[in-house]
C-alpha cells in the first residue's frame, strides 16, 4: 500500500492546474448507458473512481476507449448485453449505483449490488428504490443485491425526503427515457446535477429547471423522449480539489494561483477562508488566487447541501481551523460519522474535541509530524494538508483513499514547493 512521506514546514508559492471533477464525470460515464451512440467525454481526472467506473461499464459491454487525449474518453454502450454490476466492483465504489437508472431506463431491468456503507456512514439507497418503484420499476433486495425490473418507466412526481446528490443524479437519467413527464422535488443543486443535466439535454432529453433561485434547480421536470443519441461533452472543473487546494495555500501562508477551475462553484467554501482571514480573489477566466495569512482567524462552519459549504471540503478546514488563533465549532449535518480524520490530527498535536455531530477545534496548536492513517477520501486529503504545516516528517498510510478522487496530489503541490514522496 502507497505511503505519503510528507516535510512540513514549507510555504506553497506557484500555480495550481485544477482537474475535473470526479462526481461529475462519474454520472456522466453511466450516462453512456442510456444510448447506443458514442459519447466523448473530455476534463475526465485520471483518478481510481474513474477507472473503476469504465472496468464496471466495460464489464456490461460498454466499449470504452481512451483516446489520445489525455483526459477523454470515448464509451459506446452498442448493446447492453450484461445489466449487472458485481459486488466485487460495486464494494470499492459506491457510485456503482449510479448505473441502476440508466440500465432500467436503458434496458429495461438491473441487477446491482447493494454498496456497503462506508467509513463516512451507512449511505443507504432507499431513497433511490423508493423513487425508481414510484416511476413503475419492481425492485426486491436479496443476498446483497438489488434486482430490478421495469417494462417501460412512467413518469412520476417525486418528492425526495432527503436531498441526496446521486438520487437525484438516478432519477434524472431514468427520467429522461420514461414515459411521460416526471418531476423531480427536493432535488440536489449541486454544480455535478447542472452538468450532467447539460449533458443529457445535449444527447436529447427535455429537462427543465423549475424554482431555480439562482443557486441551482430545487425542482427539475423531465419529459421523458424515446431514446437519446450521442454527444461530446466537458466534464466541470472539481470544486473540491479546487477548495481543497485553496486550503493549501491558506494553511501555510503561502500564495497560490488555481487555474482551469470555476470560482463560481466555492462561493461558500471562499466566503469561509476569508473569514478565517485568508486573502482569496478571482483571477481572470478559471482562475483564483489564494494569500495565506501567517495566523488564520477561528471561524464556525456547518456542512450543509449545496450552495452551503460542502461535506466534502470539512475534513480540509479542519486542518485549517488547528491553526486559527481560538476555538472554531465544525458542525457535519449531512454524515453521521465524518470525523475520522479528527483522531488523526489529534495525534499530530491538534486540539480537537467531538461530540455527536459536532467538533470544537482550539488552536492554534503546533502540529508535529507522525506516522498517521488514511480512513477515505477526504479524510486524506485533510491529513496532506495536516502534514504540510507540522514540524518534521509525517508518513501518511494507505494513500489509496487519496488516489480515488485527486489526480497526482503529491506531483501537484511539489511543484508549488511541498516536499512530498510517495513510497511504495
Ligand atoms: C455524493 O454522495 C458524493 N459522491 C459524496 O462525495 C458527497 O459527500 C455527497 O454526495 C454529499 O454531497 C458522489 O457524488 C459520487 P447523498 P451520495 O445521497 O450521493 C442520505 C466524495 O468525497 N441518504 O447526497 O452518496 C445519506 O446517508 C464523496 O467525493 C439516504 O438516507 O450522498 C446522507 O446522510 C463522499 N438514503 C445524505 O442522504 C438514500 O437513498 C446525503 O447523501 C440516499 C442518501
Do not use: W
Request: proline letters at 5%.
Amino acid at each position: 500500500m502507497d505511503k505519503f512521506l510528507i516535510e512540513g514546514g514549507r510555504r506553497l508559492e506557484g500555480s495550481v492546474e485544477i482537474s475535473g471533477a470526479k462526481n461529475a464525470a462519474l454520472p456522466e460515464l453511466a450516462a453512456s448507458l442510456l444510448t447506443s451512440e458514442a459519447l466523448r467525454l473530455s476534463n475526465v481526472p485520471r483518478v481510481h473512481d474513474i477507472s473503476t467506473m469504465a472496468r464496471l461499464l466495460a464489464h456490461m459491454k460498454v466499449a470504452v476507449t481512451l483516446p489520445p487525449a489525455p483526459d477523454a474518453v470515448v464509451l459506446r454502450a452498442g448493446t447492453v448485453t450484461s445489466a449487472e454490476a458485481p459486488y466485487e466492483l460495486v464494494k470499492t465504489m459506491r457510485a456503482s449505483i449510479l448505473v441502476l437508472g440508466p440500465l432500467l431506463a436503458r434496458s429495461g431491468y438491473a441487477r446491482v449490488s447493494l454498496p456497503g456503507g462506508c467509513a463516512i456512514g451507512a449511505r443507504p439507497v432507499d431513497l433511490h428504490i423508493k423513487a425508481l418503484e414510484q416511476m413503475g420499476a419492481e425492485i426486491t433486495t436479496a443476498h446483497g443485491y438489488i434486482e430490478a425490473h421495469a417494462k417501460k418507466l412512467h413518469g412520476a412526481h417525486i418528492v425526495f425526503e432527503k436531498i441526496t446528490v446521486t438520487g437525484t443524479e438516478n432519477l434524472l437519467m431514468a427520467a429522461a427515457l420514461a414515459d411521460g413527464e416526471s418531476v423531480l422535488e427536493n432535488a440536489a443543486r449541486e454544480p455535478e446535477i447542472v452538468d450532467l443535466a447539460e449533458l443529457l439535454t445535449k444527447m436529447g432529453a427535455r429537462i427543465h429547471f423549475e424554482k431555480d433561485d439562482g443557486t441551482g434547480p430545487s425542482v427539475i421536470r423531465v419529459h421523458g423522449v424515446t431514446s437519446l443519441h450521442g454527444a461530446e461533452h466537458r466534464v466541470i472543473p472539481d470544486r473540491i480539489e479546487a477548495g481543497t487546494m485553496l486550503v493549501a495555500g491558506a494553511i501555510t501562508g503561502g500564495e497560490l494561483a488555481l487555474t482551469h477551475c470555476e470560482p463560481r462553484h466555492l462561493d461558500a467554501v471562499i466566503a469561509k477562508l476569508i473569514e478565517s482571514g485568508a486573502d482569496i480573489r478571482p483571477e481572470g477566466p478559471g482562475g483564483l488566487r489564494v494569500r495565506g495569512m501567517q495566523q488564520p482567524r477561528p471561524a464556525d462552519v456547518a456542512t450543509e447541501e449545496y450552495p452551503g459549504f460542502p461535506t466534502d471540503m470539512q475534513a480540509q478546514y479542519m486542518a485549517l481551523a488547528t491553526q486559527a488563533s481560538g476555538a472554531s465549532v465544525l458542525t457535519e449535518t449531512i454524515f453521521e460519522n465524518r470525523f475520522l480524520h479528527a483522531s488523526e490530527m489529534t495525534r499530530m498535536g491538534a486540539n480537537i474535541a467531538i461530540d455527536g455531530r459536532r467538533a470544537v477545534v482550539r488552536g492554534p496548536s503546533r502540529l508535529m509530524g507522525a506516522k498517521v492513517l488514511a480512513s477515505d477520501l477526504r479524510a486524506s486529503a485533510s491529513l496532506v494538508l495536516a502534514g504540510l504545516v507540522a514540524e518534521g516528517e509525517t508518513l501518511i498510510d494507505r494513500v489509496y483513499h487519496i488516489d480515488r478522487g485527486y489526480e497526482g496530489i503529491e506531483k501537484k503541490l511539489c511543484a508549488v514547493g511541498a516536499r512530498i514522496r510517495r513510497m511504495r
